[in-house]
């Protein structure tokens, strides 16, 4: 099958699962006709929209590690699995939307932007997360591995919140101060806020589903795939900067944002006295001249190529982590789908 056609089955689940947390919020919570409107609203416009390969990825790892085509109710199931990762995933853009004043999202206004949604959207960021725990109910509450899923989320979501702290607290807006970057910091918080809920959290999914135990399993693959998450955010922190707003669906603002970024802290490492100057300055404003500043030093400093050797780098240390793997513990497949899916991305 290929990725068009797995998106397309993937994608035609969605309404379904919008309508059981529907039934449940109108059956069982008496929610009102306006709130259903505003809560159905809420789903859709902030759920799908992504690239998806979160949530494509539980499906495809599960058929990795069974070693053959899903059945038709195995298929759906990794479906559900792979769809409360992408509602989790909404659930922390929402709200870091807010955090972060961003003003588009996949190609639209973020939520909160909208005039009759504003400070209501941090509610509805709440809402979203809740609808995951539905529809787990609904459909793995009898499966033997529901507590290890529940379990996993819980961890996952805490993790990601520790990260998003650590990132607010370390860039403030308010108060700039490049000291605060660092190498070691800005690790911490991508392991913690990205590459956990990204990469670790829909293998791991899969895992429990395909009934893997192996403690080992799970430390090889939450090693493998934490390399691979950090790599994806600082692609993710190249692209804030050099992206096509109109192909990866927002428009960047972490140097306006104070953001601790791979891009700052190259900068910081290679400035001489003056450059360094000119980024104490100018990042972190928010008038167009600064940033555009900021980006003529990353243009001086030649932080396209320092990306482009470090992506070469990455990818060859990622390649030996996968060669060294024992595959009696997690066939090398696993880590190979998802290296072709983001390096050399554009979005």
């Known amino acids: 099958m290929t990725m068009s056609e797995q998106l397309k089955q993937f994608l035609a689940v969605f309404d379904t699962l919008v309508a059981d947390v529907m039934d449940v919020a109108v059956n069982q919570y008496e929610t009102p006709k306006e709130s259903q409107q505003w809560m159905s609203e809420n789903l859709k416009y902030n759920v799908p929209g992504g690239k998806m390969n979160r949530g494509l990825s539980v499906v495809s790892t599960y058929e990795i590690l069974l070693g053959r085509p899903l059945t038709k109710d195995e298929l759906f199931k990794a479906q559900v699995l792979g769809w409360s990762v992408e509602w989790l995933q909404a659930f922390f853009l929402v709200a870091d939307d807010m955090m972060d004043q961003s003003q588009t ?10 005039p009759e949604v504003s400070n209501i959207a941090i509610n509805d960021s709440f809402v979203i997360e809740g609808s995951i725990y539905i529809l787990l109910k609904k459909y793995f509450r009898s499966e033997p591995y529901y507590v290890d899923l529940l379990d996993l989320l819980h961890e996952v979501t805490f993790q990601t919140e520790l990260g998003q ?4 607290i370390t860039a403030p807006e308010d108060h700039v101060d490049l000291t605060r970057f660092t190498l070691s910091k800005y690790k911490t918080i991508v392991k913690y806020k990205t590459a956990v809920y990204s990469f670790y959290l829909p293998v791991a999914m899969a895992m429990h589903m395909a009934g893997v135990k192996n403690p080992a399993a799970f430390a090889a693959a939450h090693s493998i795939l934490m390399e691979m998450g950090e790599f994806f955010q600082i692609q993710d922190d190249y692209l804030d900067c050099y992206g096509d707003p109109a192909v ?5 603002t972490d ?3 104070n953001k601790c970024s791979w891009l700052v802290i190259q900068a910081l490492d290679l400035a ?15 008038d167009e001249a600064s940033v ?12 396209q190529r320092v990306f482009t050797e470090y992506e070469e780098k990455s990818f060859a240390k990622l390649t030996q982590l996968i060669n060294e793997l024992d595959t009696a513990t997690i066939p090398r497949e696993v880590f190979t789908e998802f290296a072709k899916k983001i390096y050399k991305r554009q979005k």
């Open 292 to 303: 555009a500043a900021v980006k003529a030093l990353y243009k001086e400093l030649e932080l």
């Open 255 to 257: 140097i306006q944002d």
């Open 248 to 252: 990866i669906g927002k428009i960047g």
């Open 105 to 114: 999202r996949r190609g639209q206004p973020c939520w909160y932007k909208k």
């Open 272 to 286: 001489n006295a003056d450059q360094r100057k000119i980024l104490e300055q100018h990042y972190a404003r928010k």
């Open 165 to 168: 702290m650590l990132d607010l």
